[in-house]
Structure formats: C-alpha cells, structure tokens
C-alpha cells in the first residue's frame, strides 16, 4: 500500500549535516516518483521534554498511524495518542486516571517512549529509533 506520508527522526551533527535513517525515506521517494512534497523541520534541544513530545507527536504517533492502516484499521492521530497511552501503565496517575501527554512527567515518559518502541516491534513490525538517542 502507497502512503501519503512518512515521518522520521534525525540528527544535525556538528557539521551542520543532518542524518538520518534513509532506507525508508529513499523507498517512500521511490514510491511517489514525479510527484511534489512538503517538508517541516522542527529542532528541539537534546534531553529536552520538548524533543520528547516533538518525538512522539511528529514520529512516534504518525509512524505508529501508518502501521495501523496497513493492517486495514483507520485512526486519527489523535486516537492512536489515546489508544497508545491507554495501553502503557506509566500514562496513568495514583487515581488511575490518564494522563494527556504533557502531564507525563520526564522520566515516565521516557518508560512510555521504551514501552513504544518494543510495543511497535511487536506487534505492529514497525521499528521506532531507539529513543535513548533523544
């Protein structure tokens, strides 16, 4: 199936240069050959709870979208964040109740970004960068 879009995560080395993992972008570019895109960088500093949110917002939860869809099941990317963090116990308070992503805290949310890349790996066969890395 031909997706429409495709996000990735990367890092501006002190070069200047950014890197990141090609192998999926070049096979995306393969698929949509003649055709025009639209591109958004977006920067956040290393250990940072914005990189995190940026992280699982821009890359986590589309790439997460896209793995669904190829299984047939359609969700919006605001019901795969709800659906994502019904199934992690660290996006829970005492009381049981769910937190938004914001209110996570730092560490806990560093859990829920391991949880999600093995919970990818899964049961999704989607590889998520490894968010050590953030």
């Known amino acids: 199936m031909k997706t429409q879009k495709i996000s990735e995560s990367g890092l501006i080395g002190n070069d200047g240069f950014l890197r990141m993992p090609m192998d999926r972008v070049n096979a995306w570019f393969k698929d949509h050959k003649g055709e025009r895109v639209v591109v958004r960088f977006e920067a956040a500093a290393p250990g940072s709870s914005e990189l995190q949110l940026a992280y699982y917002f821009n890359y986590i939860v589309p790439t997460i979208q896209t793995a669904l869809l190829e299984t047939g099941e359609r969700k919006t990317e605001k019901q795969v964040d709800l659906w994502l963090r019904q199934q992690c116990g660290s996006c829970y308070n005492d009381y049981g109740g769910l937190l938004e992503a914001r209110q996570i805290s730092k560490p806990d949310f560093s859990d829920f970004l391991e949880w999600l890349k ?12 490894d968010p050590k890395t953030l």
Do not use: G, M, P, S
């Open 118 to 129: 093995q919970f990818a790996a899964e049961n999704l066969y989607v590889y998520i960068e």
